[in-house]
């Protein structure tokens, strides 16, 4: 699967204003990649996909997870986060792609997880900062990005939990454990 290919995949699956924010991704993930020696062509490949099943019938992701023995978890945990774990699936089986550090950064992109690699890091903060994201507290996450890869992590994975506590949301376990990766480093 080449650039070009991803990219008319994802124009097929995904609404216009989704597939802006993909390129947006896709050049913020670049950059990023670029400044912490990250595979520049994988993170770039893991970015354009990252929201591949955004639009796939919440019924449908909830079956996939059921019949192909996806973490049943995730069921619980609201349905914003469904859509990171079966597009690593649906990317693999529809389209082809078997890196399993893209298709790790495609599964990991919404939640974190402990441990998570560069180039997962890349992906899941590059979909957190690109220009078009305007969340409370984002410029000092887009601060922390020039320079230290772990910290601006951390801060958008606080933000988020921050924000997932205020409006009464459940908080997928790996987020906490992500979380707790930087919170012991930056204590
Ligand atoms: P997008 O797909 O580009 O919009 O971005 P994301 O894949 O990061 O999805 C963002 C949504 O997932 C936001 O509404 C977050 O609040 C939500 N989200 C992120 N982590 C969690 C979590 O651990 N639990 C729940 N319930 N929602 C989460
Ligand atoms: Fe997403
Ligand atoms: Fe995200
Ligand atoms: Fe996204």
Do not use: W
Request: aromatic share 10%; hydrophobic share 40%; with cysteine.
């Amino acid at each position: 699967m080449n650039e070009e290919q991803a990219f008319a995949a994802v124009k097929k699956s995904l609404k216009k204003r989704r597939y802006e924010h993909t390129i947006r991704v896709t050049e913020e993930t670049e950059r990023l990649a670029q400044r912490f020696n990250v595979n520049v062509e994988k993170a770039r490949l893991a970015a354009i996909l990252h929201d591949y099943a955004k639009y796939r019938p919440v019924e449908e992701m909830r079956k996939t997870i059921k019949e192909e023995n996806l973490p049943g978890n995730l069921l619980n945990f609201g349905d914003e986060i469904l859509h990171a774990f079966v597009g690593a699936f649906y990317v693999a089986k529809e389209l082809n792609v078997d890196d399993l550090g893209v298709l790790d950064a495609i599964r990991y992109h919404t939640t974190g997880r402990a441990n998570m690699s560069n180039l997962e890091k890349v992906v899941f903060l590059a979909d957190y900062i690109e220009p078009g994201r305007s969340f409370a507290g984002i410029d000092e996450v887009r601060l922390a990005a020039e320079t230290n890869l772990d910290k601006a992590c951390f801060l958008a994975l606080r933000n988020t939990i921050n924000f997932l506590v205020l409006k009464q949301q459940p908080v997928y376990p790996e987020t906490f454990e992500a979380y707790n990766d930087y919170a012991i480093v930056f204590k």
